[in-house]
Structure formats: structure tokens, C-alpha cells
């Protein structure tokens, strides 16, 4: 079976701290991709990065990076240096490539001024 | 080049009444995906179509529940004698599906609530 984890329900920090979402996932195929999307307030999430199984470079796209362990089946999600407008839901996916993704339960992030 | 568009965005029923989202994916764009969210919840997966054909609806409830994505026009997913438990938002999104593990593009949701 498929399985997304997000461990932490809710995160809070103060502006200009750095941030990890842990993502924990769980399948059988050798196959599959990995996801980060955003739900700011306004409600539409947003895609942010996409990691297939065969891929475990971790990625820097400014102050978001990610780092993807096959060893340990994560694929966390840092914000470096962290700002208000971070302030959103995050959601980790699971796609084994049947066109059907599984959406962790997400976590939510407060960055305080 | 417009995004994924979702109506309406708000829409309140009356128990036992009928709700109507519609999703009109962005251009190019043959595989619609509906997800339904709960207050404080994630993303739950409902039904995954091409254009006239249902491919994957394991999430969808069995009853009262239908979807739909017509040659001509924007898919609907249909919710037929509403319950106050269909409160929810429910999100559309959208890809070209021409291989699995492509993101997906979301539309803003509806969110509908049953009074």
C-alpha cells in the first residue's frame, strides 16, 4: 500500500529561522515520484518540486532545498531563512506513476514577524 | 494562458439538494483529477478521468456521487442529496497525463457547504 506521512500537524517559528517538514513515505514500487505543493491562504495550492525514485540529488531552488533519502524513505523539505509569506499549508505527494497521488495530511506552518 | 478554473467558488445547499462543481482544465490539458478536502485535512484523492472516460474513481463514494468529463465542456462531479458530512472543499486539478508522475496544476476550489 501506499502511504504519505507528515509527522508534524502544525510548526511554528519566528522570521528568518530555518524550517524542515519531515515526509516519510511508504510503497512497494521501484517506481514512483515525490512532490512538494503549497496552500497559501488563499486556498489553490501550488506545485514546487517534483523528485522521481531514480533521482536522490537534493535540490536548492533558492531558500527552499530538498533532501531525498531512498535509505530512510523521506524526502524532507528545508526553508532557509524563513519569511511571513512562507506561511502556508505544505503537502507532501506520492505518485507510482498509475496517475494516482497520494497527499500526506500536510503541515501547517506560522511564521511569526 | 489561463489555469485551472473552477465554479462557483462558494456554493451552500440545503440537505437532500443537489450540488453541481464544475472544472474546466488548463489548455492542453486531458486528465482531470478531483480531491476533496476536509476542514484541518489533507488532500483526499475522489476520481481521475480523461475526456469521456472515468479511469480511476476508488476514492469517489459509491452513492450520491458522480463525475464526469464530457468531449465538449468542463467536467462536473456531481453530488446528488447533499449531507451535512459533504461540507468540504473540493479542488480540481489538471495535466497533460501523457506519462504518470507529472504534477498537477490545482484550480481554486469550491467550497460547499450544506446547511
Known amino acids: 500500500a501506499q502511504k504519505v506521512t507528515q509527522a508534524q500537524t502544525e510548526i511554528s517559528v519566528v522570521e528568518k529561522e530555518d524550517v524542515t517538514l519531515d515526509c516519510v513515505y511508504e510503497t512497494r514500487d521501484t517506481t514512483y515520484y515525490l512532490f512538494w505543493y503549497k496552500q497559501p491562504p488563499s486556498g489553490e495550492l501550488v506545485f514546487l518540486i517534483r523528485?522521481?525514485?531514480?533521482?536522490?540529488q537534493n535540490e536548492i531552488s533558492g531558500r527552499y532545498s530538498w533532501n531525498f533519502q531512498k535509505s530512510t524513505s523521506s524526502f524532507n523539505f528545508t526553508i532557509t531563512a524563513s519569511q511571513v509569506v512562507d506561511s502556508a499549508v505544505y503537502f507532501c505527494a506520492l505518485d507510482t506513476g498509475g496517475f494516482k497521488t497520494i497527499f500526506g495530511a500536510g503541515t501547517r506552518l506560522f511564521v511569526k514577524a | 494562458n489561463a489555469g485551472v478554473m473552477q465554479n462557483p467558488r462558494h456554493l451552500v445547499r440545503r440537505r437532500g439538494q443537489e450540488a453541481r462543481l464544475r472544472c474546466s482544465p488548463m489548455k492542453g490539458h486531458s486528465h482531470v483529477y478531483w480531491y476533496r478536502q476536509l476542514p484541518e485535512e489533507g488532500l483526499k484523492f475522489m476520481v481521475y478521468l480523461q475526456k469521456e472516460n472515468i479511469i480511476d474513481e476508488s476514492g469517489m463514494p459509491k452513492e450520491r456521487f458522480s463525475a464526469e468529463f464530457p468531449k465538449e465542456g468542463p467536467s462536473i462531479l456531481r453530488i446528488q442529496q447533499v449531507v451535512r458530512g459533504d461540507s468540504a472543499a473540493y479542488f480540481c486539478a489538471s495535466n497533460p497525463g501523457t506519462t504518470g508522475g507529472l504534477e498537477q496544476f490545482f484550480g481554486p476550489g469550491t467550497r460547499l457547504t450544506v446547511l
Open positions: 523528485r522521481n525514485s531514480f533521482d536522490e
